[in-house]
C-alpha cells in the first residue's frame, strides 16, 4: 500500500504561481509512476501531468509549458510547480501512483493509489 498525502494548495491570482508536493509513505515511489490529476466542480477527473519511474514525463496540452513535474525519490515525494497559473486552473488537485506494470500514465486507470486532493483556486 502507498499512501499520499498532498499539500501545497490554496488562492493564487491569476498570472501566479503555486507549488503542490505529494508526500508518500508506506512504500519507495522509486518502484511507481506517479501523477497529478485535477477536477473541477461538475467536472471529470482529468489529467494533468505524469512522471515515470525512469523519469520521462507527460503533460495535458492545457498546462504544458506552465507546469512542471518532478519526484524526489530520496525524499519520497512529487513536486507540481504550476506557473502563470489561470481561473481554468481552478480544481482539486490529486496525486496517484501507478503500477510499472500499466501501460498508460495519463487516464486514471494506470493508478492504483490516490491521495486526498488540495484545492487551488485561482482568482482573475
Known amino acids: 500500500q502507498v499512501q499520499l498525502v498532498e499539500s501545497g494548495g490554496g488562492l493564487a491570482q491569476a498570472g501566479g504561481s503555486l507549488s503542490l508536493s505529494c508526500a508518500a509513505s508506506g512504500r519507495a515511489i522509486g518502484g511507481y509512476n506517479m501523477g497529478w490529476f485535477r477536477q473541477a466542480p461538475g467536472k471529470e477527473r482529468e489529467f494533468v501531468a505524469a512522471?515515470?519511474?525512469?523519469?520521462?514525463?507527460y503533460y495535458a496540452d492545457s498546462v504544458r509549458g506552465r507546469v512542471t513535474i518532478s519526484r524526489d525519490n530520496g525524499k519520497n515525494t512529487v513536486y507540481l510547480q504550476m506557473n502563470s497559473l489561470k481561473p481554468e486552473d481552478t480544481a482539486v488537485y490529486y496525486c496517484?501512483?501507478?503500477?510499472?506494470?500499466?501501460?498508460?500514465?495519463?487516464?486514471?486507470?494506470?493508478?492504483?493509489?490516490w491521495g486526498q486532493g488540495t484545492q487551488v483556486t485561482v482568482s482573475s
Open positions: 512522471i515515470k519511474y525512469d523519469g520521462v514525463k
Open positions: 496517484a501512483a501507478g503500477s510499472l506494470t500499466v501501460a498508460t500514465v495519463v487516464g486514471t486507470q494506470g493508478y492504483n493509489y
